[in-house]
């Protein structure tokens, strides 16, 4: 097989997001659109002749097409294995841990985590390194700028491999190894958790009610859950990954997982409830008439790690993501932890895992993670709580209930205001950073103003500094308001609100969280005139 040069022209819109570069099917079907951003991805990158690539995806609509572009010019630039989950499945933890455990270069991930597939909705394309982790801002910035200048890609003239069967196939110079997606990752958990005691709380009755939204995760959570763990077949629900997820949108909340929520505070409710989303890595937790919040999660699951094997040792510290709430913070004051808060992205996490500063870590957005992988990961969250609840025999509502009489109550919620024309958001965000100097000292009804910035941070292993990271206004008491862009849609912009509220040990901890933050609800409104700015009276996704 020869190696072609085909020449080409850049596109001008292949800026990586926080996850990649994500966009809509049919851009994606440009003659070149793919095969540009992947050439671009390995121009930046250097030392990878005759070494280990992972490719996979989470199963959606043109997942399988691109694996086939990715494994041929992966092949022409000089990868010598490429190791691909079978059918083009791998769960985003799942690869992170194959990149790993392969000790491969790096790995190819094509996803658009918990956003809608089809022929007309979301596609994207990220790298990860060989750490398992994605792309720091360093390597994805150089990506780019390839792509504003790329002239050829590299490819070869080769047949379809065979997705669908274990085997070895040869593209050019390169191997190419099917390989079954969920056996190591299975593997790694059994290493984790206490699958035995977790097999006696199921077996004696305990019950489980598992949403996989047709998603990458339904052979993973069947696998482990159901034939490792005994929990009854159809305790994995929508467990087959399909393009469209069914028509469904997979994102784990109380919009989207509306099905298992109203499950779940009925009254045959069982006693656990959990989701994943389109990739696998975030997830949703709901106890039987209770519904933990992912920033709550994350602070449960790190005062109570230690019952699990795994991390029997204890912690090295938490992270969390600036718009995360400060619930985790608590636990890492009240066991005398590290805490760090980073931006929104689980590459900044990274670095910190890598150090051994950190080792759970989670994000507001339903991702939670330790140093097994490099990212964020769902059904390893799901795990660790039957883990804890295998261990404390006693009901998700019961354990919430006595972290928040320990370390206090952060009432929490996030507003987002969906596909908003990108223009009025960024006016938005210059209005609100053009007054921050003004807003300390002034008050919102009754709530003042402490201080009001623009998160920046300083990693603090290498020295990087990420600005503009999201505008945070903090009121006496603990309180605050943030406001940040996300960068993981794809057309328009989104505009997430992040509004909280702490409440002491000694404190009411039973109010409704609507009830709770109602005055911030306000303040925000008054404070950044969504409305004025984006003709919306009310957001689209509130969780």
Known sequence: MTIRSVTTTPFPDQKPGTSGLRKKVPVFQQPGYAENFIQSIFDALS????????????????????????IRMAAANGFGTILVGRGGILSTPAASHLIRHHHAFGGIIL????????????????????????????????????????????????????????????????????????????TL??????????????????????????AVTGPYATEILEKRLGAPPGTVRNGTPLP?????????????????????????????????????????????GIFITPSDSLAMLAANADLAPGYARGLAGIARSMPTSGAADKVAEGLGLPLFETPTG????????????ATICGEESAGTGSDHVRE???????LLWLNILAVRRESVRAIAEAHWARFGRNYYARHDYEAVDSAAADALMAELRGKLGAL???????????????????DPIDGSESRQQGIRILFDGGSRIVFRLSGTGTSGATIRVYIERYEPADGDLGQDTG?????????????????????????????
């Not at 689980?346 to 051994?356: C, E, I, Q, S, V």
């Not at 964020?376 to 799901?382: H, M, Q, R, S, Y």
């Not at 969504?530 to 003709?535: F, Q």
Request: glycine content about 12%; cysteine-free; hydrophobic content about 40%.
């Open 47 to 70: 030392g990878f002749a005759g070494k280990t690539l992972v490719i996979g995806g989470d199963g959606r609509f043109y997942n399988r097409e691109v694996i086939q572009i990715a």
């Open 111 to 186: 996803s658009a985590s918990h956003n809608p597939g089809g022929p007309t909705e979301d596609f994207g394309i990220k790298y990860n390194i060989s750490n398992g982790g994605p792309a720091p801002e360093k390597l994805t910035d150089a990506i780019y700028g390839n792509s504003r200048t790329i002239t050829r890609y590299l490819t070869l003239d080769a047949p379809d491999v065979d997705l669908d069967r274990d085997g070895v196939a040869q593209v050019g110079g390169a191997t190419v190894r099917i390989i079954d997606p969920v056996a190591d990752y299975a």
């Open 515 to 543: 009830d709770a933050i109602a005055d911030l609800i306000a303040a925000a409104e008054t404070i950044a005139g969504i409305a004025r700015h984006t003709d919306r009276t009310a957001p689209d996704v509130i969780t």
């Open 376 to 382: 964020k990961d769902g059904l390893w969250a799901v």
């Open 189 to 214: 958990m059994e290493q984790l958790f206490d699958f035995d005691a977790i097999r006696a709380l199921i077996g004696g009755g305990f019950g489980i009610a598992f949403d996989a939204m047709s």
């Open 440 to 458: 300390p000292g002034t008050s919102v009804g009754q709530l003042r103003i402490a201080e009001a910035d623009d998160f920046a941070y300083l």
């Open 244 to 288: 469209d997820f069914g028509h469904h949108h997979p994102d784990p909340n109380l919009v989207h997982a509306k099905a298992l929520y109203d499950e779940m505070m009925g009254p045959d409710a069982p006693d656990f409830g959990a989701a994943s989303d389109g990739d696998g890595d975030r997830n949703l937790i709901i106890g039987k």
């Open 346 to 357: 689980w590459k900044f996490f990274g670095n910190l895992l890598d150090a051994g500063k």
